[in-house]
């Protein structure tokens, strides 16, 4: 039973190398990517960065990184974004770059309920790095050298402009939000099928623990996130907990690819004031799987001064966000 774990493991890792497709488990770290709508949700311009390493027992795994900045516009009730991401396979010739630029328009349902609109349009490119593929066919037999790659391998690259969409509703407790990313590709070169639509999807509560106001509040935000793609589907209830200067999660993620692979997700981290700062770990529950050493974020997020409030005089703060 553990040799089929184990050929299944390395199917799944074989079929990742060429379809990779990545969730922050800490995903409040890469809220933007979780939806558009996101960009014109809160009080504060902010810059956020990301770094996973995604199965570092596995040939050096995956490094994936991201960056982002949302700039609100509160007299015209939106927001702006960019976004830059990608990942670079350790032992994999292939690495992707992704930059989305995003736009958000927020109004009021009723009352308290709150909606934001988001859309994004950006680049996806995948490409092959030459120097890190060597085949036999391409050593010279007496030599030993090296020669070039053959062009049709070279080639295998993808170019793309995409497009995305995203929705969120929300009060000062609750929150539901949806999106779609590469909704719509244009190929602008390459032969590969690589980036089919994702979809994404977050909802929490917050309940208010203790303290006043601002920094002195505790809270308790219980949630569930959902992920789908071609590649696979991702379910991952969590609770989040910020009080006393400490940022605190800890969640349950199962993920069906090849295979069904599931682990605890911890994280960990400081609220600075306008500097918050975390890390965060996933522990295999599979014995097999956590041979690979699961994966490590970390994150660091930076708020500029408050925005003035809309023109109604109304903020409604996106909960656990």
């Not at 949700?41 to 956020?48: K, S, T």
């Not at 994702?198 to 601002?214: C, F, L, P, R, S």
């Amino acid at each position: 039973m553990k040799k089929l774990w184990l050929i299944l493991l390395i199917g799944c890792v074989v079929k990742a190398g060429y379809s990779q497709e990545y969730n922050f488990s800490q995903y409040y770290l890469d809220k933007l990517g979780m939806s558009p709508a996101f960009v014109s949700v809160g009080d504060y311009n902010e810059l956020g960065f990301a770094l996973r390493s995604q199965w570092p027992g596995v040939d050096g795994g995956y490094k994936i990184y991201m960056a982002e900045y949302q700039q609100k516009l509160p007299t015209f009730s939106s927001g702006v974004g960019a976004r830059i991401y990608g990942d670079y396979g350790g032992q994999s010739a292939f690495s992707t770059t992704c930059v989305d630029l995003l736009y958000g328009y927020d109004f009021e349902i009723t009352g308290d309920l709150k909606c934001s609109m988001g859309i994004s349009a950006g680049f996806i490119g995948r490409f092959v790095r030459q120097e890190d593929m060597v085949y036999y066919s391409m050593i010279e037999p007496t030599t030993g050298e090296i020669g070039s790659l053959a062009e049709d391998m070279a080639s295998d690259g993808y170019r793309s402009l995409t497009f995305g969409t995203g929705i969120a509703v929300y009060t000062k407790e609750t929150m539901v939000a949806l999106g779609f990313h590469r909704l719509a590709n244009f190929r602008l070169a390459g032969d590969s099928n690589y980036s089919p639509m994702t979809m994404a999807a977050v909802a929490n509560h917050k309940i208010k623990i203790g303290g006043t106001q601002n920094k002195l509040e505790r809270i308790v935000v219980p949630g569930i996130c959902f992920s789908h793609s071609r590649y696979s589907d991702m379910i991952m209830p969590n609770v989040y907990f910020s009080g006393y200067r400490l940022l605190l999660s800890l969640g349950y993620r199962i993920e069906k690819s090849v295979a069904v692979s599931s682990a605890v997700v911890m994280g960990a981290g400081f609220d600075l004031g306008r500097i918050e700062v975390g890390i965060g770990h996933e522990v295999e529950t599979s014995a097999v799987v956590r041979q690979t050493y699961g994966s490590y974020e970390v994150g660091l997020k930076y708020k500029f001064e408050k925005s003035e409030k809309n023109s109604d005089g109304k903020t409604i703060l996106c909960p656990a966000f």
